[in-house]
């Protein structure tokens, strides 16, 4: 059964500490909100065939991961991994102000909706896999401990840290000569 959406669809762009969101949406923003979310080197309008055969009773969003089709490149030194692309997840979820969604993964898309729900419990109520890629573990393998991890090691990506960590040197602490030797004397590992 083929639905009426309306093909190509609504271009939207959210904002990012780094730059923008860029994505496609199609529908009713009152239904029920479906993301979708591309796997490696694609964009946004590869889900295009995939939404015309869906219901129209949802409002679907897909969106281009950093890098990829119209949306902003991660700063440099910013790493490209699968955990990596979860805070944008998160900006589009606060851009919406959803409270909970449906969550539809290709490739790549897949692992990176697993992570946000681990990090992010209770947001996606349903997830839909197409042609998963492997999640590899090379932190810990436990829901919590990855939530633990996660929020730990990825907490800079708020504004106000996103701000400190890739600002020029204006905006950089500033310390005297003894205050940089009493900190090195006194590092404690």
Same mark, same amino acid.
């Given at each position: ?54 219901? @129209? ?30 805070? /944008? ?48 573990? /090379?932190?810990? /393998? /436990? ?15 708020? @504004? ?9 040197? @204006? ?19």
């Amino acid at each position: 059964m083929k639905s009426n959406m309306r093909l190509p669809g609504n271009e939207v762009s959210v904002k990012a500490p780094w730059g923008n969101i860029a994505g496609l949406t199609w529908g009713s923003p009152s239904n029920p909100p479906v993301l979708l979310c591309h796997g490696k080197l694609d964009a946004s309008s590869g889900f295009r065939p995939l939404v015309s055969l869906l219901p @129209e009773c949802f409002y679907y969003v897909a969106i281009d991961l950093p890098g990829n089709g119209r949306s902003d490149h991660f700063p440099r030194g910013v790493r490209y991994t699968v955990i990596d692309f979860v805070p /944008t997840i998160l900006k589009v979820v606060e851009h919406f102000k959803w409270d909970n969604f449906i969550y539809i993964g290709h490739s790549l898309g897949v692992p990176i909706g697993k992570f946000f729900n681990i990090a992010y419990p209770d947001y996606i109520t349903r997830m839909v896999e197409i042609d998963p890629v492997p999640a590899h573990h /090379t932190w810990p /393998t /436990t829901r919590l401990g990855i939530q633990d991890w996660y929020h730990d090691y990825y907490g800079f990506y708020d @504004e106000k840290k996103y701000r400190k960590f890739n600002s020029g040197p @204006e905006t950089a602490p500033k310390y005297t000569r003894d205050k940089v030797r009493y900190t090195i004397n006194n590092f404690v590992y």
